[in-house]
């Protein structure tokens, strides 16, 4: 007889997918469903500003989905297929999911300028306001870049140096989104993706004459040195 007790077995169930934390794909495509819903005439434009933000917000994939449950368009069957990156988009999974940074403007004005990091995901959100986000003098932590820019009877300038890559996709509600794409002839060179909606409002990206990455070349060989000495370390 075996007087030893085996542990209680770990509780294995399933975790509901309403519970599963949502990824930036799922974001963009309960976004995607909210701009056509705004297009459509099924949403006013203070309803969608206000159910994108919650969107940016939401943590799980329960939350992101009672967004749209009252659409049509949420409802609809249609045989999932492998996802293939728009054009001007990075590549899903190219881009960890850090911490977002956020830029709001709701009758104001914001402005992030001068010699600052900007994170791998940025918001900025202009509610009849006004966001300025200058990159020419920041300082590139990382390669990739991905801002998120929603404008609502509002204004969001993104400014850029020479030196890098700028892509964008978005579009514009009777308002306008614009994005002038910029080919960096070095490989290192961050990479800075726009995109987002205007509403009655404008988005605008563009590179900002005279300015220049000066030290992306020193930038990327300081963080190959800085992970080789820390392995070595180990």
Sequence with gaps: MDLHKSPAPADRRPVPPAELRCSDADRD???????????????????????VDGVLSAKTVGELERFVRDLPAAHSRRTPSAPVPAAGRP???????????????????????????????MHAYAVFGTVEIDLSEAIFEHQQVLIKA????????????????LRGTGG????????????????????????????????????????????????VSSKVDRALRKHLDR
């Design 29 to 51: 495509r309960i976004a995607d469903i909210l701009r056509e819903a705004l297009a459509e005439g099924r949403l006013t434009a203070e309803e969608h500003a206000e159910r």
């Design 91 to 121: 590549t899903p999974g190219a881009i960890p999911a850090d911490p977002e940074e956020r830029v709001v403007a709701v009758f104001s004005s914001a402005v992030r300028r001068g010699r600052w990091r900007p994170g791998r995901h």
């Design 150 to 165: 929603i404008s609502v009877f509002g204004n969001v300038e993104i400014r850029v140096p020479e030196n890098i890559s």
């Design 172 to 219: 514009g509600v009777l308002g306008n989104f614009e994005v002038s794409p910029l080919d960096s002839g070095e490989p290192n060179a961050p990479v800075v993706y726009v995109d987002g909606l205007a509403v009655l409002g404008n988005v605008e990206a563009k590179p900002k004459r005279g300015k220049l990455v000066a030290d992306i070349l020193d930038r």
